[in-house]
């Protein structure tokens, strides 16, 4: 058993003879506390490690961190981090054991998703995520922030889309327990709050990738602006952006030169908020949608003029122009992978949530980048019940179809939708711990991995989660469940989890 239990396990994990003092003891993995100049930390600039890369040397000679540049000198210190704070006092001396520990990610994309149009969490709530997501060595943070449900930039080009668009008439989402929540509900990010949230997430080595969710998911956008919805009879259709969950069939018009330049403009707006090169621009469960461009007199237009086979093909058509959009703003679009096909241009990446066309996935991820993160290991709104801890670092590439070297696999996201989950801590109770087994699968290679080893690692990760206040959940795993830990509004069953009388909230 190593002395010092890393979460996501090390590449190469070597203790040696003889131990050092260190003065001072961790008190958490929050950036705050990185300033390293409070350690003797040496730092050596190692051109040939990857990018993320770092060899993190404990000897007589003190502490050393090599790396290639910011990104692996940041590992190697969340790496040290860890260890200090499992470091006990022996005769009243802290003392850490010489070690070496070499180590890279398997992948360079390893993403957490957070849903805020059904539910909205704020500023603070976002910050811990991220710093909890440093801790564990995640770069990636995918903010959906545009649904049926609520559209949550601010928009100076388009104030209706905060006045309407980011309002609806109910809290919580009827269909999802959470009838008992009324009154209205209006949030939005403004610019300045989006600004600082990605300035903090790059300092924790996180990039922030938006996702505005066209031309499906639109309720909430189409009560703000109707004109951009298709003309079925001369009659603009009304929407209300929707206090329920379910699949609508509202879809922005793929036929109107207005509804692409509202999607241009608002892009050129929402796009120099965020820095990575990636931008998602959804295209889920878009086929409602697709009963009423068949009904369009201008989508049935393009889709001839095009010479597009079907409403499948007219969303690919779509897609890729609204991908040329984001070129313009230095950015790469990200698709869902139900809709994706042929017609869709090569340089957008599709993203793997639903099984359905498993083999067309596979079949395009030799042509695209691909990101998985099928439903059945990584959706974390699911209960426990149906996707235990074991179940999510059971995950395999290999097993889906993905292992092969010609596939364009960049990486792994978890997903935290948020019908059911409608507080930071109800937030929590999904994400943790299960989220220390999603970084464990996308930072280890798979030779590495093995339950039993991690389980062990584990029991400390949790004692780390209680120091920090964290809802995580007791019954991730059968073998610790607490019937007393809180439990939130979690599903229309209600069955897995109690309520916390404490939080029930009034109508
Ligand atoms: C999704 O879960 N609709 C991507
Ligand atoms: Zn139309």
């Known amino acids: 058993m190593p002395e010092y239990r890393i979460i996501p396990k090390p590449e190469w994990y070597e203790e040696k003879e003889g131990s050092i003092e260190v003065s001072l003891a961790a008190e958490g993995l929050r950036p705050a506390e990185f300033a390293s100049d409070v350690y003797p930390i040496r730092l050596v600039t190692d051109q040939t490690l990857e990018p993320e890369a770092y060899v993190l040397t404990v000897s007589e000679n003190g502490i050393e961190i090599c790396a290639s540049g910011d990104a692996g000198a940041f590992y190697g210190m969340v790496t040290w981090r860890m260890i200090l704070m499992q470091v006990e006092k022996k005769d009243g001396r802290k003392v850490v054991h010489c070690l070496r520990i070499s180590d890279s990610p398997r992948y360079s994309y390893r993403g957490v998703s957070l849903d805020e149009s059904r539910h909205f969490f704020g500023v603070e709530t976002v910050k811990k995520l991220l710093d909890q997501m440093a801790s564990l060595k995640l770069n990636t943070f995918h903010w ?192 869902w992978n139900d809709c994706i096909n042929d017609s869709f241009s090569q340089d957008i990446a599709c993203q793997y949530w639903i099984a359905d066309n498993a083999g067309e996935v596979q079949r ?7 990101i998985l993160s099928l439903t059945e290991y990584f959706y974390f709104d699911y209960k426990y019940e149906k996707l235990p801890l074991e179940k999510v670092y059971s995950f395999d590439e290999e097993k889906i179809g993905f292992g092969g070297e010609d596939q364009r696999v960049i ?49 400390w990760y949790l004692s780390y989660l209680d120091s920090e206040g964290i809802n995580y959940s007791r019954i991730a795993d059968g073998s610790y469940r607490n019937t007393d830990s809180y439990v939130f509004h979690r599903g229309a069953d209600g069955e897995e989890f109690l309520q916390n009388e404490k939080l029930k909230l009034q109508c």
Request: aromatic share 12%.
């Open 411 to 459: 990486g792994l996201e978890c997903e935290n939708w948020t019908e059911f989950t409608d507080t930071p801590e109800a937030l929590e109770f999904g994400l943790y711990p299960r989220i220390a087994a999603f970084a464990e699968v996308s930072w280890t290679r798979r030779g590495r991995r093995e339950y039993r080893d991690f389980q062990e690692r584990f029991a």
């Open 144 to 335: 959906h922030l545009s649904d049926d449900q609520g559209f949550r930039v601010e928009s100076k080009l388009f104030p209706r889309l905060n006045s309407v668009g980011s309002r609806r008439a109910c809290a919580g989402l009827r269909g999802c327990s959470l009838e008992h929540r009324g009154g209205e509900y209006f949030h939005y990010y403004t610019q300045e709050e989006i600004r600082e949230i990605v300035a903090y997430a790059k300092a924790l080595h996180i990039r922030v990738i938006p996702e505005i969710d066209l031309p499906g998911h639109t309720s909430a956008i189409l009560a703000a602006y109707p004109e951009y919805a298709c003309d079925l009879n001369g009659i603009p259709r009304m929407f209300a952006t929707a206090s329920e969950s379910g699949i609508f069939d509202a879809i922005l018009c793929a036929g109107s030169d207005a509804a692409m330049e509202f999607v241009d403009r608002l892009f050129s707006e929402i796009c120099p908020l965020f820095e990575a090169e990636y931008f998602h621009i959804g295209g889920d469960e878009a086929l409602e949608g697709h009963k009423i461009w068949a009904q369009c007199p201008r989508c049935r237009a393009l889709q001839e003029e095009q010479g597009l086979h079907s409403r499948k093909e007219l969303q690919g058509f779509y897609m890729t122009r609204v991908g040329k959009l984001l070129k313009k703003y230095g950015k790469k679009a990200i698709v």
């Open 364 to 370: 395009q991820s030799r042509m695209r980048d691909v």
